[in-house]
């Protein structure tokens, strides 16, 4: 195993993965093409792809799966009334395994999975030494009641490599991390709120969850929102919350529903830290999204230009398993060790001992470049499929979470429903309306299958753009 980075401090040079996009017909201000930050990466076929379309059985496994999920399981049911459903009834909704950058759904279709598990998935599905790691554990125990020596390594190897991470905490998902950098915050500063972006998603729990059902007003009061990179919005926020902001909580890769991606502006970071002094508050980065997939190190923060005083990690930590950390700089320490915030399943010592398997892994595989070239590539290639198909689309993001916009789409993205439900057909998991999550299991070849399969699907939005079928896109 080689040695990890050096800790990542404000010195280290920012990986370029800023916002910018690929487009077939749109320029920038001054009038020339956008293009990836990251070096050029020109797509060359490498393999031809003859896979045939395939459509999901009404009368399979899956669907009789949904009958009877139907009946015990709340939420299956209503999954139909989701906008545009009627368009993902062949994404696959219920998978049997997955291996690499492909899963298996439980009708057999195989399909590319793009969506990296919608984060969790950066290595590939099964990556074999993060399994030996995880097995080798388990043959030892996972809940066992107390911590284990694997708590304390990993414990230490974050602190060693992420700066300002000098403690950490460990949960099982990113809610955790969050409501946990919350407590800690409002302890510290003896304040109450928290300052999220408009359309932002940093927990399920009552304080910041974008689904009203069964919230109490009072339980997210003590919320406020501003528009993400709007400065005076941010200002105005910090004057309405009449000194009580205990935190400001941003995300490095925001996006809000039917919205493109967006990453913090140099301007808005500055604008941050000078709000949060300004308010005795509290900088936490939610780096759930984020974490592993915008900076070699891990961290996002060395991406961005913040200085946090919390940030916060999950998903891809421990490709797959259910694992969380929220780490703090020191002058956070004794708030953190007041915070009660205990779960039963905290210390699985399965999860860690992935966790530390992902990051060696990460490391000497190059998980980060190889993520960075195939999404290049990947952009770079269905911009060029669109364009032979007469659609223009942008792909906005960075290489490695990044999704299409297609040009006269509707504020629902209707026309993105329509390339993703042929994608799902021509077996290629990538959703509508979220960004792509890319795996350092995705090869040259995967990459290729997919530009070939979106030829046919971009040829079906060209059909629809042609000759409408929705009510109201009528030429």
């Known amino acids: 195993m080689g040695s990890p980075p ?7 040079p920012p990986a370029s993965s800023h916002v910018t996009t690929v487009t077939s017909g749109c320029h920038d201000g001054a009038g020339n093409h956008a293009r990836w930050v990251t070096p050029a990466v020109g797509y060359h076929p490498r393999v031809a792809d003859a896979s045939a379309p395939t ?10 799966l949904q009958e009877r999920a139907e009946r015990v399981i709340p939420g299956t049911a209503v999954r139909k009334r989701i ?3 009627d368009l993902l009834s062949d994404y696959p909704w219920y998978v049997e395994g997955g291996e690499g950058a492909t899963v298996v759904d439980v009708d057999g279709r195989t399909f590319i999975d793009l969506m990296g598990s919608y984060g969790p998935n950066l290595l590939g599905h ?13 043959s030892r125990g996972d809940s066992l009641g107390a911590q284990t020596p694997v708590a304390v390594e990993l414990a230490e190897f974050l602190c060693d490599r992420i700066d300002p991470v000098d403690w950490v905490f460990v949960g099982k998902n990113g809610s955790d991390a969050t409501s946990y950098a919350l407590r800690v915050a409002r302890l510290a500063t003896g304040r109450s709120k928290v300052l999220i972006a408009e359309a932002s998603y940093h927990t399920a729990h009552d304080w910041g969850t974008v689904f009203e059902a069964g919230v109490p007003p009072a339980h997210s009061g003590l919320t406020s929102r501003f528009v993400f990179n709007d400065v005076e919005s941010l200002a105005a926020a910090v004057d309405a919350a009449d000194g009580d902001v205990a935190a400001i909580m941003l995300t490095p890769f925001h996006q809000g529903y039917f919205e493109t991606p967006a990453i913090p502006t140099e301007a808005f970071v500055a604008a941050v830290h000078s709000q949060a002094r300004r308010a005795g508050a ?18 996002s923060h060395a991406a961005i230009g913040l200085e946090p005083d919390l940030v916060c990690f999950a998903k891809a930590l421990a490709n797959g398993r259910a694992l969380s950390v929220c780490g703090g700089s020191a002058a956070l320490r004794d708030s953190a060790d007041q915070v009660g915030y205990l779960g039963t399943f905290f210390g699985s010592a399965v999860a860690q001992a992935a966790c530390l398997a ?12 190889a993520m960075t070239t195939s999404g290049g590539r990947l952009a770079t290639g269905l911009v060029a499929a669109a364009a032979a198909a007469g659609v223009a689309i942008e792909v906005t993001g960075t290489p490695t979470m990044a999704m299409i916009s297609i040009e006269g789409d509707d504020w629902d993205r209707y026309l993105n429903h329509i390339w993703a439900a042929g994608m799902a057909r021509r077996g290629v998991r990538i959703h509508p309306t979220q960004a792509w999550y890319m795996c350092a299991a995705l090869t040259d070849e995967h990459v290729d299958a997919v530009v070939e399969r979106a030829a046919g699907a971009f040829a079906e939005v060209a059909a629809e753009i042609a000759h409408p079928t929705r009510v109201g896109r009528e030429r």
């Open 6 to 12: 050096a800790r990542l401090g404000r010195s280290c």
């Open 55 to 64: 459509s999901a059985d009404p009368t399979g496994v899956a669907a009789k």
């Open 83 to 85: 906008h545009l459903y």
């Open 126 to 138: 099964r990556h074999p030494a993060v399994e030996l790691a995880a097995t080798r554990q388990r």
């Open 282 to 299: 509290v900088v936490v980065l939610d780096d759930v999204r984020g974490g592993m997939r915008m900076h070699p190190g891990g961290s």
């Open 358 to 369: 992902t990051f060696r892994a990460f490391d000497l595989e190059g998980a980060f470049e």
